[in-house]
């Protein structure tokens, strides 16, 4: 029946596609229909960054960006859930079409922009889950916030998510807001460091309990740029970094249909960018920080090679889309 479902809804147009998913789960999730989706957990769990991970096979940021359908991605085996990109205002993202199917290659191009309902409203979906395992809160800043301004967007977020997380992503590096990728780099990035490490400091002391922060970066880096950005996390002590989000190289799928179509791809294609990254991440990093391995990882082969890259854990997002529910357990009895 899932396999049905799957092959229906990658006929439909993406974003409703999308949509539809989402208002299905989120009406469900709390019913006896929960059984059509549901597979038992494989445990195997692991610590990581003081967190104790029920497997190592986590969803990535971007599919429940309001954290609506955290109970129904919890029944479908999930290690832990991370939900968002939310940030402190409400906003529509980019205009439509924004979201396209490379099919032929398994991969995706978005150009979302952050559409969510705000911060508040994902802190209440999360504060009614039934979900008692992992939980990532991934933050970012509205468009219309000038770059300059941006390390208040990501504290009214922090602040708000912070009692609610078992971990929150501070997202740099999404390809769909402009300037925000600039926060990656040299100055600008110590400053939104120094910054959140400041303020996690602070509300560890006002809850009486450690968060950890870990930073979501591109994989269009060069070597410098990786090294630069790793001295930079090591400075500020930062408690892990999530590598990668998705790519502006369109190498991959030249000569496709939507291959031009502006935004991050992401998918099978993006899996030797990602892996490369990862592995030069943590010889700079020296393995002091832990890496969430992500993009491309669309089979165990590929988890298993991400993890002996230098991660610690793995995510999935397109290649869920693509294979359904039976590729996390797939993943997770292997690694």
């Known amino acids: 029946m899932q396999s049905l479902a799957q092959k229906f809804l990658l006929h439909c147009e993406p974003e409703k596609s999308h949509d539809f998913t989402i208002n299905w789960l989120k009406k469900t999730q709390h019913t006896p229909l929960k059984w059509l989706y549901s597979t038992p957990t494989v445990s195997k769990p692991v610590t990581v960054a003081g967190i104790t991970f029920d497997n190592p096979v986590g969803l990535a940021a971007g599919l429940d960006k309001n954290g609506e359908c955290i109970d129904a991605f919890a029944a479908m085996g999930f290690g832990f859930i991370e939900v968002g990109t939310v940030t402190p205002r409400p906003q529509d993202g980019n205009p439509k079409p924004r979201l396209f199917r490379i099919s032929d290659k398994q991969a995706i191009i978005n150009r979302m922009g952050f559409n969510n309902k705000g911060v508040d409203y994902l802190v209440e979906q999360v504060k009614h889950s039934q979900f008692n395992g992992t939980i990532g809160i991934n933050i970012g800043k509205n ?29 740099i590096s999404s390809p769909n807001t402009p300037g925000l990728r ?154």
């Open 143 to 171: 468009k219309d916030t000038d770059d300059a301004k941006a390390l208040d967007d990501y504290l009214i977020c922090l602040n708000k998510v912070y009692p609610y997380a078992s971990y929150v992503t501070v997202n």
């Open 182 to 335: 600039n926060l990656q780099y040299g100055e600008a990035l110590d400053a939104l460091l120094r910054g959140l490490k400041e303020a996690q400091e602070t509300l560890c002391q006002t809850h009486g309990k450690y968060v950890p922060l870990f930073i979501k970066i591109a994989p269009d880096l060069t070597d410098d740029e990786i090294n630069s950005i790793a001295r930079s996390l090591l400075t500020a002590k930062m408690d892990g970094v999530i590598a990668t989000n998705t790519t502006l190289s369109r190498e991959a799928v030249q000569g496709f249909p939507h291959a031009e179509e502006a935004g991050g791809l992401s998918g099978a294609v993006l899996t030797d960018m990602s892996l490369n990254v990862t592995r030069k991440l943590a010889v700079a990093l020296d393995r002091e920080i832990p890496i969430i391995g992500v993009g491309g990882i669309d089979s165990p082969q590929a988890a298993k090679d991400r993890l002996q890259a230098g991660a610690s854990l793995v995510q999935v997002y397109t290649s869920f889309i693509y294979q359904g529910p039976s590729l996390i357990r797939q993943i997770a009895r292997a690694i």
